[in-house]
């Protein structure tokens, strides 16, 4: 490949690794910025971030974990598909399995966010090091037969 196939090659790596280092960013900043619109707190008796408002990843989880063990205690430790279909207590087990899953979601944005920054980051490396290997000058080699006796 040639210098500037590489030049071109690396400039549009390091650009696409800017790109996702933002957007994981921006994504990051969002998530955080709605959680904390919502003006949760983390339950006393959470095992872990008590009291913390919900604005990431660790108290987004620690939320979660506390509203499943408050559920399970209103429903004798009974999920919402082991409750009967005319138990009133099923109400209660699915507006916590909904909030436990839009928390996770949560959760999840925060991790793909900060991968997108990481492989962004990887991506603008990788870009650092193609365009410095593309301009090491390289001394042409002649293979020819007489440079090798042996051969001849």
């Known amino acids: 490949m040639g210098r500037g196939r590489t030049k071109t090659l690396s400039t549009i790596i390091a650009v696409i690794g800017i790109v ?17 619109a919502a003006r949760i707190t983390v339950a006393e008796d959470a095992d872990f971030l008590a009291g913390d ?3 990431g ?7 979660a974990q506390v509203i499943e063990k ?23 087990a699915m507006s916590a399995s909904f909030l436990r899953a839009s928390l996770f979601t949560s959760v999840v944005a925060f991790g793909v966010a900060a991968m997108a920054m990481g492989v962004g980051l990887c991506l603008v490396l990788i870009a650092a090091a193609l365009s410095s290997a593309s301009r090491t000058a390289v001394a042409p080699v002649d293979l020819r037969a007489t440079d090798y006796p042996e051969r001849a």
């Open 57 to 63: 990843p660790f108290s987004a989880y620690a939320q």
């Open 53 to 55: 408002t919900v604005d």
């Open 20 to 36: 996702m280092i933002v957007a994981g960013g921006v994504t990051y900043w969002l998530v955080h910025d709605q959680l904390k």
């Open 70 to 92: 408050h559920a399970l205690e209103a429903t004798d430790g009974l999920t919402y598909a082991e409750l009967p279909r005319d138990d009133p207590r099923r109400e209660v």
